[in-house]
């Protein structure tokens, strides 16, 4: 059921997937209103709902493997819902499982070191999922297309010259290569939006009044590089997208379809890790029955050895039964989606 389950989501996703070594042209390659036809904005907000449970349930295993890490680094144009997706991506899991850190201009202290520092010092622990609210991409975007932001870095002449960006898709590789051979899995996500859509959102900003903090002048000066902006996004998606770390264009136009891909690509990369509970071994379960026994001896008169055995006995009951509701409905479901699919022809 599982694997099925993950099957099912590694094919719906496979098309938002940038195939390493291809050359993307965004406006091309990848639409930002994109909806699949197989799910309706009701259905989303259901499905969405089953994401988020599964991403609790795989984030819960992730912390008691405690051997891997997750790094989702998000990436957008400005007003492309980057914080919308990650409150709802991120809505049922522990809140000490996961490390949110944006990243802005970067200080006087970050521009003292190597760009790649500020990241490297915020990646999540094993058994965290960490999001990268903007990250080291900008380095190939945001100082591409300013290319004062270089400038300020002071690099060496040799390290800004022509080949820079280059250079710097080749550090990224190297880097994302080693953390996932050291045990940390990278989900890459670009929130693609359409220009009208954000002149549309640009313009919600200003006529709601309670969405009026959100409006920023700096925003729209930044919209008039509009294709330097594509052609960086381009450049970017062409030369990082990696077996070890590949590349997921989510059409961003409708939000209830962005966060549920987005949903739907981080649950891919958990199935893919599988982490497993740990399993306890002999001498530790020999411990756990003789403090059992310890415990039970200390019982005051008149209360039960052990109130939580015969409370788990009946709660185990009833929990075997909900199981197998869950399991019919769960059947019935599939039948009947089976039955539309096929109707749909
Ligand atoms: P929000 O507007 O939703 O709070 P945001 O991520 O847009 O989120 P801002 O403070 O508005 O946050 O913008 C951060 C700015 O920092 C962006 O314009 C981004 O391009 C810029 N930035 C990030 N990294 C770098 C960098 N390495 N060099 C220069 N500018 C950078
Ligand atoms: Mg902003």
Redesign the pocket.
């Given at each position: 059921m599982a694997d099925e389950r993950a099957k099912r989501i590694a094919e719906r996703i496979a098309p938002l997937r940038v195939t390493p070594g291809s050359r993307v042209v965004l406006a091309k390659d990848f639409d930002p209103g994109y909806k699949a036809d197989f799910v309706t904005k009701k259905d989303a907000v259901e499905l969405l709902q089953q994401g988020v449970e599964v991403l609790s349930e795989y984030q819960e295993r992730l912390a008691a493997q405690d051997t891997w890490g997750v790094l989702v680094v998000l990436q957008a144009l400005?007003a492309a819902g980057?914080?919308g997706t990650i409150r709802h991506v991120t809505s049922g899991i522990n809140p000490q499982g996961v490390s949110v850190h944006?990243?802005?201009?970067?200080s006087s202290e970050?521009l003292d070191h190597d760009?790649l520092w500020r990241f490297a010092k915020n990646l999540p622990r094993r058994g965290e999922i960490g999001i990268f609210?903007?990250?080291?991409y900008?380095?190939v975007?945001?100082?591409r297309v300013?290319p004062e932001?270089l400038t300020?870095?002071r690099l060496p002449k040799a390290a800004r010259g022509r080949d820079v960006w280059k250079r710097r898709y080749r550090d990224i590789n190297d880097w994302e290569r080693y953390l996932g051979d050291n045990g940390f899995k990278i989900v890459k996500l670009f929130l693609n939006l359409s220009k009208e859509e954000q002149r549309t959102r640009f313009l919600r900003r200003i006529d709601l009044p309670d969405h009026n903090w959100?409006f920023?002048a700096?925003?729209v000066h930044?919209r008039g590089s509009w294709d330097a902006y594509q052609k960086a996004f381009s450049g970017m998606l062409s030369a990082t997208s990696t077996e070890w770390a590949p590349w997921y264009v989510i059409p961003a136009d409708h939000k209830w379809f962005a966060r549920l891909c987005a949903a739907a690509v981080l649950a891919n990369a958990l199935f893919e890790i599988d982490p497993r509970f740990p399993k306890v071994t002999d001498e530790a379960r020999k411990a756990l029955r003789d403090t059992k026994v310890e415990l039970e001896a200390e019982a005051p008169k008149g209360a039960a050895s052990d109130p939580f055995a015969d409370e788990g006995a009946r709660t185990d009951k009833k929990a075997r039964k909900k199981a197998a509701r869950g399991a019919r409905k769960a059947t019935k479901r599939t039948n009947e989606a089976a039955a539309t699919e096929a109707d749909d022809g």
């Open positions: 400005d980057k914080d944006s990243f802005k201009v970067p970050e760009y609210n903007r990250s080291y900008e380095e975007l945001v100082v300013h932001n300020r870095q959100k920023s700096a925003d930044e």
